[in-house]
């Protein structure tokens, strides 16, 4: 789980630049915002004449908390459970770690400071048969949530700002640097394992005029080495993420469209290694990512909507690579007060790997509730 890396800071500054909420589903500001629910995803893999199924469920939890006008608090967990069947059935349950940040608007509405850090009591170390299915969990082409449960003690740091140029135009900054917590990963060793370190640089743009929001993003990730028993013997390479992002506004229906293009420098090798001591590793391959959301607001307090997605994932010497995954699916928010939200997602997912070698579909459903207090 990964929610306070930088993709918390990307939240915060858009937060900053305006972005708006689905129609008729704006709320006041509450003391705190309880989020929970479930989440379940499976695939069906055909390769070489064999059909084997891996799925996950997920029960996330997530609670913010404003603590002053310019203060808030977030914590995350989830509980989770993998199940890989072929053969014979094999599974991977276990805690996810706790994730707690503090985000200070050092400026309000123009400087923020988050501060983050795990809480290390996630199932980190695994046996055999654990591990057979964490390293089909770790595949970036399968997308699941919860690929590792739990790491060591994670801190995160980062600084962001946002200023607005004339009446259309937001531009905003940030940087980030998350340390990565040392921990054994076999339950039969002693072996430390201390993944990468990353740094972060972001830089958004908005234009926002009547109905239309349009954004561009640029990040930067450098990676430091990763080791084993205190030694170098792997380095990461560096990633460029290009994203556009624009939202058109035309009652009762909305429009939202989301491109990425991901760009990932070679890895390197300092002594050979397994894959198993490379899980603790996000990988990329180079990737395109894209995702159209059509909103229908039939009332102010229910909204249906239709999802399209593609994705293409290049070349990769960690990871499953030449894939294409279509996705299509249908989702409904209602709104039974201003207190309860309920948001429901449910998508089919098909595609291939391996240049065609590898056969792919499976589900996508989320059930959330969002509770504000």
Not at 107 to 134: C, D, R, W
Not at 169 to 194: H, N, Q, V, W
Not at 216 to 239: I, R, S, V
Not at 332 to 358: C, H, V
Request: aromatic share 16%; with cysteine; glycine share 8%.
């Amino acid at each position: 789980m990964h929610a306070f890396k930088f993709k918390c800071l990307l939240i915060l500054i858009g937060w900053f630049l305006n972005a708006s909420a689905q129609p008729g589903f704006n709320y006041p500001a509450r003391l705190a915002t309880i989020s929970t629910g479930a989440w379940y995803r499976s695939w069906t893999i055909t390769i070489d004449n064999q059909r084997y199924q891996i799925s996950e469920q997920a029960y996330p939890l997530q609670i913010n908390s404003p603590v002053t006008d310019q203060l808030s608090l977030i914590f995350s967990t989830s509980y989770a459970n993998a199940i890989l069947s072929q053969n014979t059935r094999e599974q991977l349950p276990g805690l996810a770690d706790g994730k707690i940040a503090a985000f200070y608007q050092i400026i309000p509405h123009h400087l923020l400071l988050n501060l983050g850090g795990s809480v290390p009591y996630g199932k980190n170390q695994f046996n055999a048969e654990q591990m057979t299915v964490a390293e089909i969990l770790y595949e970036n082409v399968l997308n699941f949530r919860y690929n590792r449960f739990g790491e060591g003690f994670d801190v995160d740091l980062g600084l962001a700002t946002a200023f607005q140029a004339g009446r259309h135009f937001t531009f905003g900054l940030g940087t980030a640097y998350l340390r990565k917590g040392e921990y054994k990963y076999f339950e039969t060793s002693d072996s430390k394992y201390k993944p990468a370190d990353e740094i972060s640089f972001n830089l958004g743009i908005d234009f926002q005029r009547d109905s239309l929001l349009v954004r561009f993003d640029w990040l930067g990730k450098l990676y430091t080495k990763t080791y084993l028993e205190g030694q170098p013997f792997f380095q990461q390479g560096n990633q460029t993420e290009f994203a556009g992002y624009c939202e058109m506004q035309f009652f009762p229906f909305t429009l939202n469209l989301a491109l990425k293009e991901v760009l990932k420098q070679a890895n390197e090798f300092y002594e050979p290694v397994t894959n198993f001591f490379l899980q603790g590793e996000n990988f990329i391959n180079n990737s395109f990512f894209s995702k159209a959301i059509l909103y229908y607001q039939t009332s102010p307090s229910l909204a249906l909507s239709a999802l399209f997605g593609f994705d293409h994932f290049g070349d990769s010497d960690l990871q499953l690579g030449n894939a294409r995954i279509f996705s299509s699916g249908i989702g409904l928010k209602q709104k039974f007060s201003e207190k309860i939200l309920t948001d429901l997602q449910i998508q089919y997912l098909n595609g291939s790997a391996l240049k065609g070698e590898m056969m792919l579909s499976g589900w996508d459903i989320q059930l959330m509730f969002h509770l504000r207090i």
